[in-house]
């Protein structure tokens, strides 16, 4: 049975750092592309990165581009998201998921087969 457990969420303050985890079982992130999706408060789930499977590659939305980090850590069969510089429209419910391969587009949720339960993120201004 696969699990995607996050953890690392929060309230913080605009400006502020956190670090999201993402604990797999019954599955190794080492051979999935991975990636981290938010949702908002009456909003979509929205892409927002991934790392790929074929060479490890990342990939950001713009909104977080420069300020957000995926890394994936192969001996603890997890994934983390460093978000630095918070900012208020960060707020959402984070999800890390797991696609079997990188054939479709991982900015896009159908292309996931596994899903977390998500951690809330709440920055305040």
């Known amino acids: 049975q696969v699990q995607l457990v996050e953890s690392g969420g929060g309230l913080v303050q605009a400006g502020a750092s956190l670090r999201l985890s993402c604990v797999a079982s019954?599955?190794?992130?080492?051979?999935?592309?991975m990636g981290w999706f938010r949702q908002g408060p009456g909003k979509e789930r929205e892409f927002v990165a991934t790392v790929t499977l074929s060479n490890g590659r990342t990939y950001y939305a713009d909104s977080v581009k420069g300020r957000f980090t995926i890394s994936r850590d192969n001996a603890k069969n997890s994934v983390r998201l460093q978000m630095n510089s918070l900012k208020p429209e960060d707020t959402a419910v984070y999800y890390c998921a797991a696609a079997l391969d990188d054939t479709s587009n991982l900015r896009y949720t159908p292309a996931y087969k596994y899903w977390g339960q998500g951690t809330q993120v709440t920055v305040s201004s």
């Open positions: 019954g599955l190794a992130v080492s051979t999935y592309a």
